[in-house]
């Protein structure tokens, strides 16, 4: 035979390995056994549970920047509700008051050693009261749904937490742990209540076993591929950077421009930036959810999950081309959000500034951020400040009790959901808890439809009865098993 043949016999069995490697690997990527459900399905007062919802609702818990627009005594009002809306677990728990009007309540367990911590915030964001079609403080009742601000974030979880304690105690269950209740009101302007309960731990030494905050829900239709309905409960959370651009100049007349003016620099480095974005880092969360939820997609995308090692540029070329929740999963992500100029139309700027709204891969710093983008500007006519900045946070262990009893929470609740650990991209009170613990999770108990997210911080927040109601059989499951 000729020298060529042999050749490409070669190549055809290379070929033929690796389509075999390739296609086995996508054969053997099988979902993962469910959790397992619990059969039973608690009782509770479900008109209470609704009218205590209802009454924080009308507490108007607005937070300000501005702390002379903020009406303390409404965050007093709700403070005070308490023995009211749920008395047995007033009489029980113990309250200890911090700054940033935080609630820490404490529920003696058997064993002091390993407490759980369940989190929530009772501040709200402002609303714009003329764009709603329902007051945004009436709490009112149209058909199956209560409309207000802080139905869905996050006063349904406050009052689901509680509520569920409130039951429990009542049927004369003690948890076997210290369950502690720590509620911020002034996590909507990154206040100091969280911070301040944090530290309170650590100097007395306490070590949780879980710490349960607000994250993701119960959604459908967001992963590639997948039609079930999925459970994320986010492990870590992004980072951000408020980054402002700046370029200065002698200003002048517009009739008579030189070279390289304010805006042209500035657009000159918004091209670059956009053209050049962040670089890819596969981190434990963004792995941990594809190995999860690639199991369950279709056969390309099961095909595309479990082989990685020679598919990554797939991915990678999607991310490019469409940005979206994929490539927020997987870079650090660049938004262009604020630019000013001239304030007339005939002046020449003596300084223009532009504003990116960053969010930080958990492999990215803000300093490292801060760098990449300086050096992809390359000009230092081209000043950089960050007006504010977070790292990421600690990323959570997934393989653990505490993970478990969630996920176990989850699937009784919602039967037949597929749990997932994510990447969450927004910032929660929850990452000053990764200080002293590696076992931080982020899941607002609901199932909430693409609709319901969008008023969340928008108009006409509200939420379904059902899942309000939902989220307080979620509580019972997790906090008896603490
Ligand atoms: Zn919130």
Not at 297 to 308: G, Q, T
Not at 452 to 466: A, L, M, S, V, Y
């Amino acid at each position: 035979m000729e020298p060529y043949v042999y050749i490409l016999i070669a190549l055809g069995a290379l070929v033929a390995a690796f389509l075999a490697v390739v296609l086995i690997r996508t054969l053997r990527f099988t979902p993962r056994p469910p959790y397992k459900a619990e059969e039973d399905s608690p009782e509770f007062d479900r008109d209470g549970a609704i009218e205590a919802l209802r009454e924080l609702v009308k507490c108007r818990t607005v937070s300000y920047y501005n702390r002379e627009q903020e009406d303390d005594g409404e965050f007093e009002k709700l403070a005070l509700l308490f023995p009211r809306l749920y008395p047995a677990f007033s009489r029980t728990c113990t309250l200890t008051r911090f700054p940033g009007r935080a609630l820490l309540f404490k529920w003696e367990g058997e064993s002091h050693a390993s407490p759980a911590v369940m989190m929530s915030h009772y501040d709200v964001v402002p609303v714009s009261e003329s764009d709603w079609t329902h007051p945004p403080f009436d709490a009112e009742i149209e058909g199956d749904v209560i409309y207000g601000r802080g139905t869905l974030d996050t006063k349904v979880t406050l009052n689901a937490a509680v509520y569920a304690a409130n039951t429990l105690i009542e049927r004369g269950f003690v948890p076997k742990n210290d369950i502690y209740f720590a509620f911020s009101g002034s996590e909507e302007i990154n206040g100091e209540g969280a911070p301040s309960i944090v530290k309170y731990f650590e100097e007395n030494n306490i070590n949780p076993s879980i710490v349960l905050d607000e994250g993701g829900a119960v959604t459908s239709r967001v992963f590639p591929g997948v039609k079930d309905d999925c459970a994320f409960i986010g492990i870590a959370e992004k980072g951000h950077i408020d980054l402002e651009y700046k370029v200065k100049s002698a200003g002048g007349h517009a009739s008579a421009p030189i070279p390289n003016s304010p805006i042209a620099l500035l657009s000159e480095a918004c091209c670059r930036i956009e053209k050049r974005p962040f670089p890819i880092h596969k981190t434990k969360p963004a792995l941990e959810m594809f190995d999860t939820l690639g199991r369950h997609s279709s056969f390309l995308y099961r095909m595309i999950f479990s082989n990685l090692w020679c598919f990554g540029w797939v991915i990678r070329l999607i991310c490019d081309k469409r940005g979206g929740d994929l490539n927020a999963m997987l870079r650090t992500t660049v938004a262009f959000t604020q630019a000013s100029g001239s304030s007339t139309s005939n002046v020449i700027p003596p300084e223009a500034t532009m504003v990116t709204n960053i969010r930080l891969n958990p492999a990215d710093t803000v300093e490292g951020a801060m760098e990449y983008i300086r050096g992809i500007i390359d000009n230092d006519r081209v000043e950089l400040t960050a007006l504010r900045g977070t790292n990421p946070s600690r990323i959570s262990v997934s393989k653990c009790e505490a993970f478990d009893n969630v996920a176990t929470a989850v699937v009784s609740t919602w039967r037949g959901v597929i749990v997932s650990p994510y990447l969450m991209m927004q910032c929660s009170d929850s990452r000053h808890w990764g200080k002293i613990s590696d076992r931080v999770y982020r899941f607002s108990a609901m199932d909430l439809t693409s609709e319901e997210r969008k008023t969340i911080h928008g108009n006409d927040e509200h939420i379904r009865i059902d899942c309000a109601l939902r989220a307080v059989e979620f509580y019972i499951r997790l906090l008896r098993m603490y």
